[in-house]
């Protein structure tokens, strides 16, 4: 059995199709994806359709991102809540074939309701931003696990297991170092949707147990996305 983790998809469907096609899933195998499967890029529809369809066959476990549950409000309360460009917003309405965020399909609406915030595996925590470890209680900030950025692990509050998050964009020479030197905090971001910055640009999935990385550049391009700054 081998044991996967990517993250931050955004939308790009044809990549995040390619990476799998990497891993040669096995079905005992397990592959956990960390958030942010949908929002800038070009088909988050596709990718939760594409990921539901490798459930049927697969042990494949999704958490929720901050982008997850972005779309999930504005499918309740309209795109006024989407912190997203005006053709960003207009490329997930496309997607999905609708005119209107409150039109998503009741199956994603489901999806995305049902996204857990955080896994814990028996050598690992799974998240996708990260934990604010100066609350009491860690596992009760589910805006932390969405959004944090910039904090300090306090180890013994996740029984010194390694932590694996995505969220901030990180260029793969620095996630390649931080799995050199065996990092007990790794980010898998590799800002698959921002591939107009020379650092960015791809997708990436970790083999947990053996440590090797897998890496597909994005092939959705080109797409109006913004440069990441």
Known sequence: MA???????HGCIRTLKALVQQLNLQAADELYILGDLVNKGPDSKGVIDFILDLQQHYQVFC????????LLKAAKK???????TATEKKLVLQSFGIKAFEDLPKKYKSFLKHLPYYFELPDYFLVHAGFDFTQDDIFQDTGAMLNIRNYEVVWGKIN???????HTPTALHSIKKSICHRDARLNLDAGCVYYRNASYGNLVAL???TQELYLQPNI???YPVARKS
């Open 220 to 222: 959705d391009r080109p």
């Open 207 to 209: 083999n947990l147990d």
């Open 160 to 166: 010194n297991k390694r932590l694996l998050h995505g």
């Open 63 to 70: 958490l929720r991102g901050n982008h997850d549950q972005m």
């Open 3 to 9: 044991r996967y983790a990517l993250t931050d998809i």
């Open 78 to 84: 309209g795109e006024k809540v989407l912190s997203l």
